[in-house]
């Protein structure tokens, strides 16, 4: 009986052992997988930053572009404003 038991022990041990290797196998395959996918989200990533840097180079001189608009359009406003007054107040009919 003991016999019979130690070959089942054995036996199971061995399924035990094969798979054990299988599953060991697949980890490292899979962990394979992940550092490439690492390594392309690192480029992805990298990309993205770029883009984005440029993104808010652009961004900053449109405002400063809009701010500059924005100044001439209320300087030229004002200008006309003081040259109507001017003629409204200063002509011979407004005292």
């Known amino acids: 009986m003991d016999q019979k038991f130690d070959k089942l022990d054995a ?7 094969r798979q054990d290797a299988r599953l060991a196998s697949a980890v490292e395959k899979l962990d394979a997988r992940f550092e490439k996918l690492d390594a392309r989200f690192e480029k992805l ?14 961004l900053e001189a449109l405002s400063t572009r809009r701010f500059t608009v924005w100044v001439t ?4 406003a004002a200008t006309i404003a003081a040259a109507v007054l ?10």
């Not at 359009?73 to 030229?76: A, C, M, T, V, Y």
């Not at 001017?86 to 005292?95: F, K, S």
């Open 86 to 95: 001017a003629i409204i107040l200063g002509g011979p009919h407004g005292h």
């Open 45 to 58: 990533d990298a990309r993205i930053d770029r883009v984005d840097a440029k993104f808010e180079s652009k």
């Open 11 to 17: 036996k199971i041990d061995a399924g035990f052992e």
């Open 73 to 76: 359009l209320i300087s030229s």
